[in-house]
């Protein structure tokens, strides 16, 4: 069953860019979709995009104008970037196999943005 | 963008009672693509249904889903302690894709 681990920096400073990495294991990241999905603390859900292991994304509109999901399959690992950083986009950040339902997830990374 | 309203945002139950949890949709859900998923405290979520009523892979039958359009339903039969947390309804009929703001349920 493949596992997923999400890693990064776990503050970042407002009108930073957060970083985070999302390591694959026990599966091939090919012929898969992958997401990334965040959690504020208390509140719930929300979808940040998917990219499919060749390079195609697809991004929650909300969002589109600062997110970066990018891939590198011969490392088995996928990308977030988010520009221009507020408080509100600390969360937790969650990756995930799947463009629109998510069978497996990361145990989830919180990042705070913070001076 | 459709917004799922989930209720009661509290259930206060006691084991071995039914649990009945409800999603609703701003709008129809395309093909009736409407999930569930359990959230334990600390923990990712873990997908119970999706396509509204298909189990996901070694989740225990007292778990069912129905519904269709704009009103989904999540049922648990005979609550075990293990199913005192939270559950959240996500739509993956449009983009962008949403989840409902979430139900605890809670030990009475």
């Known amino acids: 069953q493949v596992q997923l681990q999400e890693s990064g920096p776990g503050l970042v400073k407002p009108s930073e860019t957060l970083s985070l990495k999302c390591t694959v294991s026990?599966?091939?990241?090919?012929?898969?979709?992958w997401s990334w999905i965040r959690q504020p603390p208390g509140k719930g859900l929300e979808w940040i995009g998917y990219m499919y292991y060749s390079g195609t994304t697809h991004y929650n509109p909300s969002l589109r104008s600062r997110v970066t999901i990018s891939v590198d399959a011969s490392k088995s690992q996928f990308f977030l970037k988010l520009a221009s950083v507020t408080a509100a986009d600390t969360a937790v950040y969650f990756c995930a196999r799947g463009d629109d339902f998510w069978r497996g997830w990361g145990p989830g990374t919180l990042v705070t943005v913070s001076s | 963008e459709i917004v799922l309203t989930q209720s009661p945002g509290t259930l206060s139950l006691s084991p071995g009672e039914r649990a009945t949890l409800s999603c609703r949709a701003s709008?129809?859900?395309?093909?009736?693509?409407l999930a569930w998923y359990q959230q334990k405290p600390g923990q990712a979520p873990r997908l119970l249904i999706y396509?509204?009523?298909t189990r996901a892979t070694g989740i225990p039958d007292r778990f069912s889903g129905s519904g269709s359009g704009t009103d989904f339903t999540l049922t648990i039969s005979r609550l075990e302690p293990e199913d005192f947390v939270v559950y959240h309804c996500q739509q993956y009929g449009s983009s962008p894709y949403t989840f409902g703001q979430g139900t605890k349920l809670e030990i009475k």
């Open positions: 026990s599966g091939s990241i090919s012929s898969y979709y």
């Open positions: 709008q129809s859900v395309s093909n009736n693509y």
């Open positions: 396509g509204a009523s």
